[in-house]
């Protein structure tokens, strides 16, 4: 079983940015690929970023390009999120899985052990 606890939310201006953090326990978090989603109020949870399980490759949703970046440190079991020129509509509490199950990296289906998100509140 993964037990993750994601960190680093709070509120920030439009413009600003935030670095989230999600630490895993478990000895074989290297192996996983793992994702960022995001759940604002009233929307279905969508996919942010992913990562392989090296960081040699990197996958992004539209919103999350060129402002967004994934990165993991497997020493310290923790994959970031480091985000900026942040907006109003990135507003969302934001979560970290590992892929175990088949299927496209910007589907929920694929993942599991949700951590507890961090609200992310960007004002305008």
């Known amino acids: 079983q993964v037990q993750l606890v994601e960190s680093g939310g709070g509120l920030v201006q439009a413009g600003g940015s935030l670095r989230l953090s999600c630490a895993a326990s478990g000895r074989t978090f290297s192996t996983y690929f793992m994702g960022w989603f995001r759940q604002a109020p009233g929307k279905e949870r969508e996919f942010v970023a992913a990562?392989?399980?090296?960081?040699?490759?990197?996958y992004y949703a539209d919103s999350a390009k060129g402002r967004f970046t994934i990165s993991r440190d497997n020493a310290k079991n923790t994959v970031y999120l480091q985000m900026n020129s942040l907006k109003p509509e990135d507003t969302a509490v934001y979560y970290c899985?590992?892929?175990?199950?088949?299927?496209?990296?910007?589907?929920?289906?694929?993942?599991?052990?949700w951590g507890q998100g961090t609200q992310v509140t960007v004002s305008s």
């Open positions: 990562i392989n399980w090296n960081g040699g490759n990197t």
């Open positions: 899985a590992p892929k175990l199950y088949s299927g496209s990296y910007d589907s929920t289906e694929g993942y599991d052990y």
